[in-house]
């Protein structure tokens, strides 16, 4: 009998293995799932109280003067096109002869319209307005995806410095819900309305710098070229390509800090939110 009653006391003392959950330690179940927007924000670095050293150099090296370098050159190869490169073999000698063709002002019959500043269709006004929203829309996905992906691998630390608005039309424009105080919620591209929310603001920003640029740049296109019944007449090969990459060098200069700018800031109310609701 104390051999039995031994046995029955060393088993009851062993704890209940099949009272815990399947799949899961016990006290695990206690836990509440984590929402994707904390756990996004909890793998980023802290918001910071200042501008750093790293945003600081981000914001005028890497999207100022490499945005403006890349916009450039980007607009001079849509304007200047693909040369064709001959090489004739003569003896030990090789020669190389570049032929520029261009793309969107290439050579055309002389009957052709030329390049002018406003009249259609070879008009330098009217591609200023096309690349400014195009660039503009184009750009706003870039920098969404990418300044993500270095909040993500910490690369970079959201700006925590400034101060969420209460305003209901600044709120909207942040992609931040109505009532302050609510979970913020990542401003991703999973539907069609949201790619919409995203172009649209995107053209906000068009807007202003179009604003900006476009004017300036007409005020200097003025004083080139030859008149011509009220405009202005260009030759095709170096004056396009030239505006244009100036043009888009600028366009790039004020846009894409811009951009990162507004990610950071929005990021860095992302993930205060995130880890007061954590």
Not at 104 to 110: D, E, H, L, N, S
Not at 112 to 124: A, D, E, G, M
Not at 199 to 204: C, G, M
Not at 232 to 257: C, D, H, N, S
Request: with cysteine; net charge positive.
């Amino acid at each position: 009998m104390q051999r039995l009653w031994g046995l029955f006391k060393k088993r009851s003392s062993k704890p209940d293995e099949e009272s815990a959950p399947r799949g899961k330690t016990p006290g695990e179940s206690d836990k509440p799932e984590p929402d994707s927007s904390t756990s996004r924000a909890e793998g980023w670095l802290q918001p910071s109280s200042s501008v750093t050293r790293n945003q600081l150099l981000r914001l005028c090296v890497l999207d100022g003067m490499g945005g403006a370098l890349f916009s450039a050159c980007i607009n001079f190869v849509i304007a200047y096109g693909k040369g064709e490169l001959t090489a004739s073999l003569g003896g030990w000698i090789l020669t190389l002869t570049l032929e520029p063709r261009t793309v969107m002002y290439k050579t055309q019959p002389r009957n052709s319209p030329p390049v002018r500043l406003f009249r259609l269709p070879n008009s330098l006004a009217g591609d200023a307005t096309v690349t400014i929203f195009a660039q503009c829309i184009l750009l706003w996905f870039v920098k969404l995806m990418s300044v993500s992906y270095d909040l993500g691998r910490r690369a970079v630390q959201p700006m925590g410095f400034v101060k969420e608005p209460a305003g209901k039309p600044m709120r909207r424009l942040m992609f931040l819900p109505e009532q302050r105080g609510s979970k913020i919620e990542a401003a991703g591209v999973r539907s069609v309305m949201a790619v919409v929310h995203h172009v649209l603001r995107s053209l906000l920003l068009a807007s202003v710098v179009f604003l900006v640029l476009w004017p300036a740049s007409i005020g200097i296109l003025v004083n080139l070229g030859e008149p011509d019944q009220g405009d202005r007449t260009y030759e095709r090969l170096w004056t396009p390509q030239i505006f244009k990459a100036v043009f888009g060098g600028l366009l790039g200069l004020l846009t894409t800090p811009t951009m990162t700018i507004f990610w950071l800031v929005r990021a860095g109310w992302e993930a205060k939110r995130g880890r007061l609701t954590s």
